[in-house]
């Protein structure tokens, strides 16, 4: 079955320190990870998607097949990336994404 | 153009009442879904549809009900709510092509005492 890990319940970093929020998965398929953050008193919404390939927020992720993960990183942690951040795998076809636990990011001034 | 907007925001319920949480979307979307957020449990998928007029069981739905109105809405009942069922409730739709971005509406605080 597809699972998706995300092993920090919370993150607390200083402002301007990297953060590596992790993310693993496991599903025998080719899958699609994406990662969803949600503000304070905001929706849940798509940070970005591994086929993207690109940087939004200054957040990058690479999804590495040999050791399914799809880890977020940052290099210097701002204030208002503090947010909950989940990771989701999404299996082939017309199929419902597949969410982590979740990770509190918490950037500390 | 509100995108997903559910009602209410806010219930509290006595155990064994039951109630309907209701959800819209304006962007012609086929796929909706409901979730529930729980601390240290992350979003849990309830039920979906993917299309108009077919439902499917997600990871717990056990205790809920849910009617794919027409492609706009799509509701969630719990039939005899239940303290377990407390949680913060939350519709999503996605488009045509399964590309995987979900548009979330604003959540739904139930408590049940």
């Known amino acids: 079955a597809q699972r998706v890990t995300q092993p920090e319940k919370l993150l607390s970093v200083f402002k301007g320190a990297p953060v590596e929020l992790k993310c693993n998965y496991s599903?025998?398929?080719?899958?699609?990870l994406f990662w969803y953050v949600q503000y304070s008193r905001q929706r849940l919404q798509l940070l970005l998607r591994?086929?993207s390939r690109e940087s939004i927020k200054g957040f990058t992720a690479d999804l590495n097949k040999g050791e399914t993960s799809f880890h977020l990183k940052k290099p210097f942690a701002q204030e208002e990336d503090s947010a909950m951040y989940y990771c989701?795998?999404?299996?082939?076809?017309?199929?419902?994404?597949?969410f982590g636990k979740g990770t509190r990011l918490s950037v500390i001034a | 153009n509100a995108g997903v907007t559910q009602t209410p925001k806010f219930q509290v319920l006595k155990t064994g009442q039951s109630m309907t949480l209701q959800c819209a979307q304006d962007?012609?979307?086929?796929?909706m879904y409901w979730y529930r957020q729980d601390p240290g449990m992350g979003l849990r998928l309830i039920y979906y549809?993917?299309?108009?007029?077919?439902?499917d069981k997600g990871e717990v739905p056990n205790g809920y009900n849910v009617s794919r109105l027409n492609k706009r809405e799509f509701s969630l009942r719990l039939e005899s709510a239940a303290p377990s069922q407390t949680s913060v409730y939350f519709c999503?739709?996605?488009?045509?092509?399964?590309?995987?971005?979900?548009?979330f509406g604003e959540g739904s605080r139930l408590t049940v005492l």
């Open positions: 999503a739709s996605s488009g045509q092509g399964a590309t995987g971005e979900l548009f």
């Open positions: 599903y025998s398929g080719s899958p699609e």
């Open positions: 591994h086929i």
């Open positions: 989701a795998l999404k299996r082939s076809g017309n199929t419902p994404l597949v």
């Open positions: 962007m012609n979307h086929n796929s």
């Open positions: 549809s993917a299309s108009e007029g077919t439902t």
